[in-house]
């Protein structure tokens, strides 16, 4: 019988107090953002708001709880713009959408920093069933500048074996989820694709938890999406939000891993689905695809949801959670 495991790719926005406290302890320019190196008054916010957002989570139902990333101003190249081998440069646009962050220009070695596992382990001291959330390597090389390495192949692999690093110091967690919008938005060349798949590779082989390689923003060239395949994880995500068509396609044509995470809710829109509109999308899924019955399904968000005000953030966790139990009884 498939699993049904209602979860988030995290990334979330702040509770609208702590925006507040923000705002005043760190100001409004670029030199104010995150650094890792933020003083007790503005840690004491981030813990409070963490402390909230995991309660959050366990009482919409989900089954993964996710840190949520609060700190990361910089979005997904939050890992790289907190090193201390890495410059920030000028602030440049996050994909196709109003979002910016500050670009990370590596200048030396990228050797262990440790900060997202710290954040880990403060969630796994409030939670069980934690979920781990790291851009994966190809997205996370494609939004930084290399200075250092001078060759992308050499970049990303050094860029895999950091998250790799890190991944290693994980506590205990039940999920890795490796968000891979570059994929999408600027998909790897011919041979570039398949060390992208060799990437995953090796920040997966860092841990037991099940891996999940979430791609969003529309859906996989044909080709990205083989080589995708040909990668060691438990499972690969489909935005069913932004192309559908795309996503039944690729998995029609080529196939898929035994278990697979479904964008159903639109993590970048206000209108919240209905539980039942999201398990409709889990049923469509199902019944378009030769797959017999998967092993586990993740219900998620096809986005993360730091886009959204965060009442309506509240109550999309809240149809992923219920969406997940109408099918368990349909089961």
């Not at 008054?41 to 609060?70: F, K, M």
């Not at 920030?88 to 596992?117: H, Q």
Request: with cysteine; hydrophobic share 40%; glycine share 6%.
């Amino acid at each position: 019988m498939t699993e049904r495991i209602a979860t988030t790719p995290g990334v979330f926005p702040l509770p609208d107090w702590a925006k507040d406290d923000c705002s005043d302890l760190k100001g409004h320019q670029k030199d104010d953002l995150i650094t890792g190196d933020e003083g007790p008054e503005l840690t004491a916010v981030y813990d409070e708001a963490r402390e909230e957002i995991v309660t959050v989570q366990q009482d919409a139902g989900l089954d993964r709880i996710v840190e949520g990333q609060l700190r990361w101003d910089d979005m997904l190249a939050h890992p790289l713009t907190v090193h201390d081998s890495v410059e920030t440069g000028g602030i440049v646009r996050y994909y196709d959408n109003n979002n910016f962050y500050r670009d990370p220009v590596v200048v030396d070695e990228l050797t262990f920093d440790g900060d997202v596992a710290a954040e880990l382990e403060a969630t796994a001291e409030l939670a069980g069933d934690v979920q781990a959330v790291l851009p994966g390597p190809y997205s996370l090389a494609d939004l930084a500048a290399d200075e250092y390495y001078d060759d992308d192949e050499e970049f990303l692999a050094a860029v895999a074996d950091f998250l790799a690093g890190e991944v290693d110091a994980f506590p205990d967690v039940e999920t890795l989820f490796l968000l891979e919008p570059s994929l999408v938005e600027n998909p790897p060349e011919d041979g570039e694709d398949a060390r992208a798949s060799e990437a995953i590779d090796v920040v997966a082989d860092a841990t037991d938890a099940a891996v999940v390689v979430q791609p969003y923003f529309g859906s996989l060239s044909e080709k990205v999406h083989a080589h995708l395949l040909d990668a060691d994880v438990d499972a690969v995500g489909y935005d069913l939000v932004s192309d559908h068509d795309g996503c039944l396609s690729n998995v029609n044509e080529y196939g898929t891993k035994d278990s697979v995470s479904l964008g159903l809710v639109d993590g970048q829109n206000t209108l919240v689905e209905s539980p039942e509109t999201v398990a409709e999308r889990v049923d469509w899924f199902e019944e378009n695809t030769p797959v017999n019955e998967f092993d586990t399904v993740y219900l998620t968000t096809n986005t993360e949801t730091f886009y959204l005000p965060y009442s309506k953030f509240e109550k999309k966790l809240a149809a992923l959670a219920e969406a997940a139990q109408l099918e368990e009884v349909k089961a």
